[in-house]
């Protein structure tokens, strides 16, 4: 493939996920992996009017560094961390509206992410094949439990607020 097939390919798979090759990198790393002997080039073409491309090809050597790499993520398990989590510690400048509002936003897009996810999984379901299904699958999980963490911490804001603005009323 060439550089944009590759990017195109990179991105339904969602590599970013799993490696730190941002798309706009993508030609730098492919330069470099072909110095490190992890592709080679097998061509350049030129069809209509986009600049000449190069086609790329994996080598044997980087089958067995994919592989390296394929089994060390399915035997690893990683929590990321995430950034609201670091937020969190610092919000004793908000009132309790306010972060319960900020929440409550992140909760909706967090909400929109799920429904968008859904609704792809049911558009692409009758194409995917193998594990496809499970991989969309672990996805929704995921986003279900984030969805539910956040109705939880609303939970508990919304708690604090009503134990505070009793205590406050004479």
Not at 7 to 18: F, K, Y
Not at 90 to 102: C, H, I, N, P, V
Not at 140 to 168: C, K, M, S
Request: glycine share 6%.
């Amino acid at each position: 493939m060439h550089g944009y097939q590759i990017r195109q390919a990179a991105q339904l798979d969602r590599t970013e996920l799993w490696t730190d090759v941002k798309p706009g990198s993508l030609y730098s790393v492919l330069h470099r992996m072909a110095g490190d002997g992890l592709v080679e080039v097998v061509r350049t073409e030129k069809v209509g009017n986009p600049p000449e491309r190069t086609v790329y090809t994996i080598t044997e050597q980087g089958r067995r560094e994919l592989a390296a790499l394929r089994d060390a993520a399915l035997r690893t398990v990683r929590l990321l961390p995430d950034p609201v989590d670091l937020a969190l510690q610092y919000t004793a400048d908000l009132t309790g509206d306010e972060l319960a509002e900020a929440v409550t936003a992140r909760r909706q897009a967090v909400a929109g992410q799920l429904a968008s996810f859904e609704e792809q999984f049911e558009a692409a379901r009758p194409d995917l094949v193998g594990l496809e299904p499970r991989i969309f699958e672990h996805c929704l999980a995921r986003l279900r439990a984030e969805l539910a963490w956040h109705d939880e911490l609303l939970g508990t804001l919304l708690d604090t607020l009503r134990n505070t603005q009793t205590r406050e009323t004479p």
